[in-house]
């Protein structure tokens, strides 16, 4: 049984902390150059961002509650979703692999009815900003083999991306198809694991 805790960010399975997406692929994205204050209102902003996002995604949005940065925002993902027909099957979906045994939360499993490469089910992260680049890549792959392992849905993902969405300018979709990103997320694990033994 996966539990989370919100307040200290912790995975269990069966009692047992395990280690998550975001902590795993941590040390390969670089945030040094960013102040920290902006960094800390960044991540606020992304909380409420993707919590925007849930609520429309559950028909449940109160869109004269929102404050007023947020508006342009959900202008651009409801420009998304009408370009692409985006279906959400799952929002904020936490997700375990017990192979690998590492757990996360993926933001969006959905399918872009419009879109004549990505029509079959697939991992969208929402994001604020492209600084982490490829790395995004990999914790889609990890999320994307973490929810097929759960053997919960009829068909495979077929494609992984990220949507930037924020104040500044139109929404962004970006895909990542390179085979070598799990490959690549499991060295990360492996990395943290060595760590954690010997450091």
């Not at 992260?125 to 097929?148: C, H, N, P, W």
């Amino acid at each position: 049984m996966l539990a989370f805790d919100e307040a200290k960010h912790e995975y269990r399975w069966d009692s047992a902390v395990v280690p998550h997406v975001t902590g795993i692929i941590a040390p390969f994205v670089n945030y040094s150059m960013v102040p920290r204050d902006t960094l800390e209102l960044a991540r606020q902003k992304g909380q409420h961002v993707h919590r925007m996002v849930e609520l429309h995604a559950q028909g449940k949005l109160d869109e004269d509650a929102l404050p007023d940065w947020m508006r342009p925002i959900l202008a651009q993902w409801l420009k998304f979703v009408a370009d692409t027909g985006f279906i959400v099957l799952a929002s904020e979906r936490r997700v375990y692999h017990e192979a690998y045994q590492y757990a996360g939360t993926l933001d969006l499993r959905g399918f872009m009815r419009n879109h004549p490469k990505y029509r079959g089910p697939g991992i969208l992260d929402i994001k604020r900003s492209f600084m982490a680049g490829g790395v995004t890549g990999l914790q889609t792959a990890a999320y994307a083999e973490a929810d097929d392992a759960g053997r919960e849905w009829d068909t495979p993902v077929a494609w992984r991306g990220a949507l930037k969405l924020n104040e500044n300018g139109p929404y962004r979709f970006e895909p990542f198809e390179k085979k070598s990103d799990f490959s690549e997320f499991l060295v990360c694990l492996t990395y943290q694991r060595l760590k954690e033994k010997y450091l």
